[in-house]
């Protein structure tokens, strides 16, 4: 195990009618004037836009609003939300939405005291010192951006999708976290956020550290509670209980307790960027497609934590041939993400002939010569795995 | 799952050499003179108290010191430890120790800025406003105290051991923690943390709330990744992977994560405080004794999740006779118990003849009518409980 810092200083508020708790939340933690940040469809459709603005109105917590954020978020929006700021002195940001809300709302946080273009941070050519505060009313269980120092976001012109990790600045004060607020969540979306989370432990699972039993026990433990509950939120999406497992997984996933110590790979992740990136698919439904080939081929090239994730997670028979017991774990997985609606190859994610030369070029140009920590792959493996999820 | 907020806001800075952090940390957190509580034995030994008062020293941050905290600890060294504060103007509390010394540390927080006695926090007569700020150096994984909100102290002239659960204000503000500084814990102190963090993780994993797969899951994973690392810390006192293991799971064991949204239970661990205030025995060896029998007992009355307990956590197989799947872990628990070296019975514990009517009065007078949740135990079920102990 190796030497780490934890520190998760969020405070989550988690269950039934918890919105309700906006105004004193923000006001907890200092906010004078607000921005809130959403996309647009059920926040607004759902009324729940509204009863924040009324709860916020209740306090007098004076506040504006930047609305449109959409999946991928790009920078455009955060160029907005800065200025959006500076000009109306907002000294908090209130994101109410999913990944793609939170993330820009963080953008906006790093880019109002910056003075630069707030991409410097995610081309690594500055470093984040200060941000706004920030609040989350979560509404999709996927990106752990609720509970993560992290942010992805895409510039437009170039297609580059990129991150920041600033965990002592980026994480949120506040996360509010109402499991019902996810009940008319699309099946699709619903999945496509498991998935996600799925491969926010995996990526952190999947390591050489030795000495790991923790973690790696916490790990295991999370997918299988995951494993258990998603076929009931795809059937039943008014299960509260199940709702809330998942809710409450995608923060554990991505908060980083199930990393601590362990060189995380994030191969899947980078090389899934490329595709969403390109293509402008969901997130989560590309790594559906990407993590499966990823381990397809870790299989033959480094089977060892496959094998014991198939034993551990999938109750797979321990065997010598561990090369078998990594691809019988492929097998499940995939029937397990076909079996919520995800598709497991890029025809089935609507893509039938994607320029593979271009993601891998793109990748490596993004991401440098080797990605991943799991086994380093440049651009002759990415390439392979890609062609593996055709 | 019930509603619940989750806040851990301590600073873990974990791994070798990290205690040499200390003066960075107390600095980063605002303090300008600094009481440093220690026990005595292996922190003097070791010079591990030298090199904290050399860092502390090389910052310029003035600072006192309380040493003799003994195991259970007691008011006595808490009032001394107030008055002290007060006198020298100190604004920073530096635990350096295992969980009686953070426990003593925390009372002493809790009572500097109080104008009355701080027991009247422990008997419920006041609540707890405001406390100084504190830091940990950890020597002993047991307690998790060092993440947690809780501080247990014995009232030295009645035998009353109580505790307070205040995480918005006792949770430590940074907590180091080297896995090194464990190396010289004699055996039976490291097999009596163990105990003491497998209780904490089992009195909140045995609930009856619905819904909880992630909490059991975690509970569960992390039960076995215990089970796994023990034996090996036992053997190899420095083996560091087993060592950073343990320490790691002891924190999070204790600091809410494992029974966020259950209605936890804790009758061991109350039942247990009666007889290390009685007999001054380790806490964490107690609760080797009491844990079984209290199992033993809910195999007859409640034996749902002590049959799911054995499954996940033993891989017993699962089958219709339920009590027997319970009694079978009772026994793998026991046995494993007793292979690192710990009692389980009065008996081995070093009291052949214990007074079990007067640990039944003790207890119910400072904990009332019924202790539990899991099965609420009146007078005549604490009592057979401490009886399938003897």
Redesign the interface.
């Known amino acids: ?18 919105e309700n708790q906006v105004n004193e939340l923000v006001t907890k933690y200092g906010a004078t004037k607000v921005l809130i940040v959403y996309g647009g469809g059920s926040v607004v459709r759902n009324a729940l836009l509204t009863r924040i603005e009324e709860s916020l109105n209740h306090q007098s917590v004076p506040y504006v609003t930047l609305g449109g954020i959409q999946p991928n978020p790009i920078d455009t929006k955060v160029y907005e939300g800065i200025d959006l700021c500076r000009h109306e002195n907002v000294d908090f940001i209130l994101a109410v939405g999913g990944g793609s809300v939170i993330d820009t709302a963080k953008a906006i946080a790093t880019g109002v005291p910056y003075n630069g273009d707030f991409w410097d941070f995610y081309i690594q050519k500055a470093v984040v010192k200060s941000a706004l505060n920030l609040g989350v009313v979560l509404t999709i269980p996927a990106a752990g951006s609720e509970g993560s120092g992290n942010s992805v976001i895409t510039k437009s012109d170039t297609l580059q999708k990129l991150s920041i990790r600033v965990p002592e600045l980026l994480r949120p004060r506040f996360a509010i976290m109402n499991p019902e607020l996810t009940y008319t969540l699309p099946p699709y979306q619903t999945a496509s956020g498991i998935a996600d989370i799925m491969a926010h432990i995996m990526e952190r699972y999947f390591n050489n550290t ?5 973690t ?3 790990c ?3 997918l ?2 995951i494993i ?2 998603a076929p009931k939120v795809i059937k039943e999406p008014d299960n ?3 709702r ?2 998942i809710m ?2 995608g923060m ?1 996933a991505h908060n980083g ?1 199930c990393g ?2 362990c060189d995380e790979d994030w191969a899947s992740h980078f090389m899934e960027h490329e595709v969403s990136a390109v293509y402008n698919v969901t997130h989560g439904a590309g790594l559906a497609v990407i993590f499966p080939a990823w381990m397809t081929w870790m299989a033959s090239h480094h089977v060892e934590k496959i094998a014991q994730f198939a034993h551990r997670v999938w109750d797979i028979p321990e065997s010598d041939n561990k090369k078998d017991m990594a691809l019988q774990a492929v097998t499940y997985l995939k029937n397990f993400f076909i079996s919520i609606g995800l598709p497991v190859t890029f025809e089935q994610l609507g893509i039938p002939d994607p320029d593979i030369n271009l993601l891998v070029e793109k990748l490596h140009q993004n991401k440098g010569e080797y990605v991943g920590a799991y086994v380093r792959l440049s651009k002759k493996e990415t390439l392979e795995i890609y062609k593996l999820a055709l």
Do not use: C, H, Q
């Open positions: 195990m190796n030497n780490f810092t934890f520190y998760s200083p969020t405070e989550f508020v988690f269950g039934k009618g918890t030795a000495e790991t039993e923790v790696d026990r916490l295991e433990g999370l299988k509670a258990t509950e509260y209980g199940a809330a497992n409450w997984s554990i307790i601590v110590g």
